[in-house]
């Protein structure tokens, strides 16, 4: 019961924090507004990282991700993804919202690319910047490189690896890694396999690292998959890889 209360506190406090550091920043696709997240250092020229957040949308994951990515000498800005008015509210709503842009992955590149133009705007340096995702963002920074759009590197952090094996595999410049947890059941040994014919197919300075005793969502301090050993692993991997192409 103590240990319940002392977690309660930590995340009211976290979200406390997270609200004060992190601006909200409004853009649009369209007609539809979008409601990104971007840290305090905004206006500094730095290197950048847009954070592709999980199926729910912005999350704590996300904001912990941004605050910590600060402190470390890069603007973050967080993505709106689904658009004021569409943020699921449950697992089955994630679902359905998230599978439309994994299907329609045109449409979901665009929303990552208006995002990066929000990093920019926020003065990150053009050509420093990178994309990692968490979950449905894990596929979104894959989607990144496929993309081409205009990033040095990507981190899928648990992300879906799977690709319609109808699309072609093509060229990538974009440097990738992938954190995976081995006990991740959303993706089967063919995506897997896949991933790295495509990644060989395409010629790309791509790694993954696979983290033993961790299910799907081994990274969420609120998740009861959450390994914290594994998970302070994949982060300073993250870091490192982040540290070698944008410093």
Request: charged share 25%; glycine share 8%; with cysteine.
């Amino acid at each position: 019961m103590i240990r319940s209360l002392l977690l309660s506190a930590f995340l009211f406090s976290s979200g406390t924090v997270f609200s004060q550091k992190l601006k909200s920043v409004s853009y649009q696709d369209g007609s539809q507004k979008l409601n990104g997240l971007v840290t305090s250092n905004a206006g500094k020229k730095l290197p950048g990282v847009l954070i592709l957040p999980a199926w729910k949308g912005i999350d704590d994951e996300a904001k912990t991700a941004a605050a910590d990515l600060e402190k470390q000498g890069y603007i973050a800005f967080i993505a709106d993804i689904y658009g004021e008015g569409n943020i699921p509210t449950d697992n089955a709503s994630a679902a359905k919202t998230a599978g439309f842009y994994k299907k329609d992955y045109a449409a979901y590149q665009k929303r990552i690319s208006l995002a990066l133009e929000q990093l920019k705007k926020n003065g990150a340096i053009s050509d420093k910047i990178a994309v990692i995702g968490y979950c449905f963002g894990g596929t979104g920074a894959l989607e990144s490189a496929r993309g081409k759009l205009p990033v040095v590197g990507v981190v899928s952090i648990h992300g879906s690896i799977g690709k319609d094996q109808s699309r072609p595999n093509e060229v990538i410049s974009t440097k990738i890694l992938v954190e995976n947890p081995a006990e991740d059941k959303s993706v089967t040994p063919e995506d897997y396999n896949n991933l790295v014919k495509e990644m060989n197919d395409g010629k790309a300075d791509w790694q993954i690292i696979t983290y033993a005793n961790s299910k799907h969502t081994f990274t969420d301090p609120k998740s009861p998959d959450y390994n914290e050993v594994m998970a302070k692993r994949a982060w300073n991997h993250t870091l490192l890889f982040l540290k070698e192409i944008l410093k």
